[in-house]
């Protein structure tokens, strides 16, 4: 009987190692084939989308599609990334020039691209006080700042800083605040900058300052005063697929468009 029980006591356990193989292969696990485990899409989009975007991505997982995970920054940050490599499937920038730059290196798709929101610029103050101005050319915002700074994204590089200081320029007033700038890395730090009072003024898209009680909009900038604010969008190079096609076209779906109207963009 000893010797039996040493012949198939090795038997036995290999066919309990293979049924608890074959049972573990009957389980769902995330990334094979489980709900959890859908497709993901990666969204690199302009800092001023963020609580829109990640409302409609929320959407689009919701009905069924793949789960959007969603990075914002300033459009130039992402931009650079994306050509360092970063491994994005789409890209939503707040001005058409960083779209171009990645255009330019052959890194999106350029049949994908179209023209998907619109904003406006506004000046913007601390709910605190209670100014009363009308931007007009000529208007003396460098004594209106007295010895104080003005936030807004950096003129160089970030989009909402780009078209404040278009705007300032084609109003005569850049001369006189260029040298009293708070350059900041995004639309969103200029906000903060505003809503802890460290600036009197700063220069936010309008849909920016609707999200903020500590803020209130002074005035919207003349349209004419700069260009159009556009926010393009786009596939990555290599990146279409099922997928980010289905992403692409809601985008442009009436759930979409609700979602963004009500965030205060204008819909291309």
Same mark, same amino acid.
């Given at each position: 009987?000893?010797? &039996? *029980?040493?012949?198939?006591?090795?038997? *036995?356990?290999?066919?309990?190692?293979?049924?608890?193989?074959?049972?573990?292969? !009957?389980?769902?696990?995330? +990334?094979?084939?489980?709900?959890?485990?859908?497709?993901?899409?990666?969204?690199?989009?302009?800092?001023?989308?963020?609580?829109?975007?990640?409302?409609?991505?929320?959407?689009?997982?919701?009905?069924?599609?793949?789960?959007?995970?969603?990075?914002?920054?300033?459009?130039?940050?992402?931009?650079?990334?994306?050509?360092?490599?970063? @491994?994005?499937?789409?890209?939503?920038?707040?001005?058409? =020039?960083?779209?171009?730059? !990645?255009?330019?290196?052959?890194?999106?798709?350029?049949?994908?691209?179209?023209?998907? @929101? %619109?904003?406006? &610029? #506004? &000046?913007?103050?601390?709910?605190?006080?209670?100014?009363?101005?009308?931007?007009?050319? +000529?208007?003396? *915002?460098? %004594?209106?700042?007295? =010895?104080?700074?003005?936030?807004?994204?950096?003129?160089?590089?970030?989009?909402?800083?780009?078209? +404040?200081?278009?705007?300032?320029?084609? &109003?005569?007033?850049?001369?006189?605040? =260029?040298?009293? #700038?708070?350059?900041?890395?995004?639309?969103?730090?200029?906000?903060?900058?505003?809503?802890?009072?460290?600036?009197? $003024?700063?220069?936010?898209?309008?849909?920016?300052?609707?999200?903020?009680? =500590?803020?209130?909009?002074?005035?919207?900038?003349?349209?004419?005063?700069?260009?159009?604010?556009?926010?393009?969008?786009?596939?990555?190079?290599?990146?279409?697929?099922?997928?980010?096609?289905?992403?692409?076209?809601?985008?442009?779906?009436?759930?979409?468009?609700?979602?963004? *109207?009500?965030?205060? $963009?204008?819909?291309?």
């Amino acid at each position: 009987m000893n010797l &039996l *029980l040493q012949i198939y006591r090795p038997l *036995l356990r290999l066919r309990a190692f293979l049924f608890l193989v074959t049972f573990a292969a !009957l389980i769902p696990f995330p +990334g094979f084939g489980s709900a959890e485990g859908r497709e993901k899409i990666l969204i690199f989009s302009a800092g001023s989308t963020i609580n829109a975007i990640t409302e409609v991505g929320d959407l689009f997982n919701k009905q069924g599609n793949e789960k959007c995970v969603i990075s914002c920054a300033a459009s130039s940050t992402l931009a650079k990334q994306i050509a360092q490599g970063a @491994l994005a499937d789409i890209y939503i920038s707040a001005n058409p =020039k960083w779209m171009d730059y !990645l255009s330019e290196k052959d890194l999106i798709e350029p049949e994908t691209r179209f023209d998907l @929101l %619109g904003n406006r &610029l #506004v &000046l913007i103050e601390p709910i605190s006080n209670d100014s009363r101005i009308e931007i007009t050319p +000529g208007l003396d *915002l460098a %004594g209106l700042l007295g =010895k104080e700074r003005m936030a807004m994204g950096d003129p160089d590089h970030v989009p909402a800083g780009i078209y +404040g200081k278009q705007a300032l320029m084609a &109003l005569g007033m850049w001369d006189d605040i =260029k040298d009293r #700038v708070a350059p900041m890395k995004d639309v969103r730090a200029a906000l903060v900058m505003v809503e802890r009072e460290e600036t009197p $003024f700063g220069i936010v898209y309008s849909t920016d300052a609707r999200i903020s009680k =500590k803020v209130r909009i002074v005035d919207v900038f003349p349209e004419t005063s700069h260009p159009p604010i556009i926010y393009p969008v786009a596939i990555l190079a290599e990146k279409e697929s099922p997928a980010t096609k289905r992403l692409i076209l809601f985008l442009q779906s009436p759930e979409a468009r609700a979602v963004f *109207l009500k965030h205060g $963009f204008t819909v291309k």
